[in-house]
Nanobody, 117 residues
């Protein structure tokens, strides 16, 4: 099992920045990739960004150039951050951290990001 704890959400004005953090613990040696997803009110959950164990990254088109995902490996934890710049009202959503291992996926509880216009 992998436990995920997210932090860093909040209220920000359009054009501002926020940094989300996700701390993974447990069976972290099996994790192949960690990602951020988001779900806006009334919409389906969507992919935002992913970082693999080889540090390769990929982003949704809607956040390219504005968001940066990074990963820090410690002995017993893995922390994945999402730096969000130039935020727009349409970025408002609950942001979820996901850890993927072969055959399994684990989700955090989500953290709310609200961008005011």
């Amino acid at each position: 099992q992998v436990q995920l704890v997210e932090s860093g959400g909040g209220l920000v004005q359009a054009g501002g920045s926020l940094r989300l953090s996700c701390a993974a613990s447990g069976r972290i040696s099996n994790i192949n990739a960690m990602a951020w997803y988001r779900q806006a009110p009334g919409k389906q959950r969507e992919f935002v960004a992913v970082i693999f164990t080889n540090m390769r990254t990929n982003y949704a088109d809607s956040v390219k150039g504005r968001f940066t995902i990074s990963r820090d490996n410690a002995e017993n934890t893995v922390t994945v951050d999402l730096q969000m710049n130039s935020l727009k009202p349409e970025d408002t959503a609950v942001y979820y951290c996901k850890a993927a291992s072969t055959g399994n996926a684990f989700w955090g509880q989500g953290t709310l990001v609200t961008v005011s216009s």
